[in-house]
């Protein structure tokens, strides 16, 4: 195309296993990353969902985040880094537990989210006043940058491009994984932990983005191979690729950030208010609030909301949605064909006046209106392990 | 009998006048998993090259050619019943529609086994 020149695609450190596993190979967010192997998108997704599933997620941003105010070490310390993440975010970090970790958003001074992310405290004592960050790969120059400029002297901002990321998710990860991590069986969701292995270092997080348990390691470059091969020798883990990502998630009703999500919108209007703590709702002090406050109290224009088509016409991303009497309400953010649920499954934004469970829906399908209805989210329950 | 294949992967075989139409190996092995399929009604008409069928995976939505211009005598319902059957035999049991012929020679330009093999090739 004129005027924009062509990259070359980056390659994570899994780049020359991804070829050995016979994985095909696409474009995503500036990298060379697997879509499927020879298994195929249906029996990857299943297989994940039965037994466990190998994810390359490398290509996601990660970053330490640490104050400059502060002597490493103290709940001071802590505090000071969280009100500092918190003027980005609008969750509860100060009070995050050791170990512990949240999903947040960074807000636009309008309120939309500017991309999600994963937010970690150390467990270890020494390490408070650091927060380890996890962003989406298509946003993390932009992210990174946003911290850097909003935070300033404040925190110092460390990339940590010499390490991968791998998810292990499915019902067998967790014994998968205690084998190796002896431990790692016992943290609950939403916790991370470090652990040595073959010399490195390892931060083990209990999450993931398929709605099973499971895991996402962070593992230094030059031990990535290795340990993703050691995942790979049980007989339960099979290497899973972004097709069987994307349909894992929308099953579990999990965003996908520029398309459910997006800088205009707010996570209220995306249904992520979770993300807003409790003392942040009263107190605000975050960017966007007096939108995100004012939809809290008075319900947003729009709601994301799950979706099922009643036949069997998958209804993809940017199909029209219209109330069951023909008036253009909205639009699928995300949709497609669920392998669990064994038919469409779809996620979109409809005027809040329509966002009820059970309205009936019309989608535009290639011309046609094919009827659908407003259900619950998430489409297959998320199996995550609370201890 | 003679089996015709365009650059659209999809195959042409003639018997009798009708022209049993469906999509080539290659085409479904690259849609991978196909869990769904829109075929067009018996008695519909389509101009060679116009949109006929549709068919989806997991990932994607493809649309399928009508290779020859005709009249959609039969459409081939079980497909659309079980769309993983397009996976196991796209070129045998899992055939799209069936046309009756507006012009036979419209089959002239299109490749043969050996060329189609060749064309793939390419890609």
Redesign the interface.
């Known amino acids: 195309m004129a005027g924009k020149e062509a990259k070359p695609l980056k390659r994570t450190p899994l780049h020359g296993l991804h070829l050995s596993l016979g994985a095909k190979m696409v474009e995503f967010a500036g990298y060379e990353m697997p ?2 192997y020879p298994d ?4 990857e ?1 299943l297989h994940t969902r039965q037994k466990a599933g190998l994810f390359d997620v490398s290509h996601m941003g990660q970053a330490f985040l640490t104050t400059t105010r502060a002597t490493l070490g103290s709940d001071e310390a802590h505090g000071d880094v969280a009100s500092a993440i918190e003027s980005l975010v609008p969750g509860e970090i100060r009070k995050l537990k050791k170990g512990g970790m949240r999903y947040s958003v960074l807000l636009s001074e309008k309120g939309g989210v500017l991309d999600d992310l994963m937010i970690t405290r150390p467990a270890l004592d020494g390490e408070q006043g650091m927060l380890f960050i996890v962003v989406n790969a298509a946003m993390k120059d932009a992210d990174f940058a946003l911290m850097q400029s909003k935070l300033g002297e404040r925190t110092k901002l460390e990339i940590a491009d010499d390490r991968s990321l791998l998810a292990l998710q499915g019902p067998s990860a967790a014994g998968v994984i205690d084998a190796i991590l002896p431990g790692a069986g016992a943290q609950t969701f939403m916790t991370m932990r470090k652990y040595n292995w073959n010399g490195a270092v390892l931060f083990a997080s209990r999450c993931g983005y398929t709605g099973e348990d499971g895991f996402e390691i962070s593992v230094p470059d030059d031990h990535v191979e290795a340990f993703a091969k050691k995942l790979l020798a049980h007989p339960d883990v099979a290497p899973i690729g972004l ?2 990502r994307d ?1 894992l998630r929308l099953e579990a009703g999990l965003c996908l950030y520029g398309h459910d999500l997006n800088k205009e919108i707010s996570p209220v209007e995306g249904a992520i208010d979770f993300v807003i703590g409790k003392r942040r709702r009263e107190e605000g002090g975050f960017p966007g609030a007096s939108r995100i406050l004012k939809e809290l109290a008075e319900g947003p224009a729009k709601l994301r909301v799950g979706i099922k088509p009643e036949g ?3 209804a ?1 991303e940017g199909v029209e949605i219209q109330s069951a009497d023909g008036k253009r309400i909205g639009e699928i953010t995300s949709g ?2 669920g ?1 669990t649920v064994g038919g ?1 499954i779809a996620m979109g934004y409809v005027e809040k006046a329509y966002a009820a469970t059970g309205t009936s829906l019309q989608l535009m399908v ?1 011309g046609k209106a094919l009827p659908a209805s407003v259900v619950e989210l998430p489409f297959v329950p998320h199996t995550y392990y609370r201890g | 009998m003679t089996v015709k294949y365009t650059k659209e992967h999809e195959w042409v075989r003639v018997e009798g006048g009708v022209a049993v139409i469906g999509i080539t190996e290659h085409a479904a092995g690259a849609l991978g998993d196909i869990v769904f399929v829109e075929l067009p009604e018996a008695g519909k008409a389509f101009k060679q090259n116009g949109e006929m069928a549709v068919v989806e995976s997991v990932k994607a939505a493809s649309d399928v050619y009508a290779p020859v211009t005709g009249e959609v005598v039969e459409a081939n319902g079980s497909i659309v019943d079980d769309p993983a059957s397009v996976n196991a035999d796209p070129e045998g049991a899992a055939w799209f529609v069936k046309m009756k012929l507006a012009n036979p020679s419209e089959l002239d330009a299109m490749m043969d086994k050996a060329a189609y093999d060749a064309f793939v090739e390419t890609l």
């Open positions: 879509v499927q195929g998108v249906l029996k997704h097709g069987a349909s069997r016409a998958p993809r497609g064909f392998p469409p290639r």
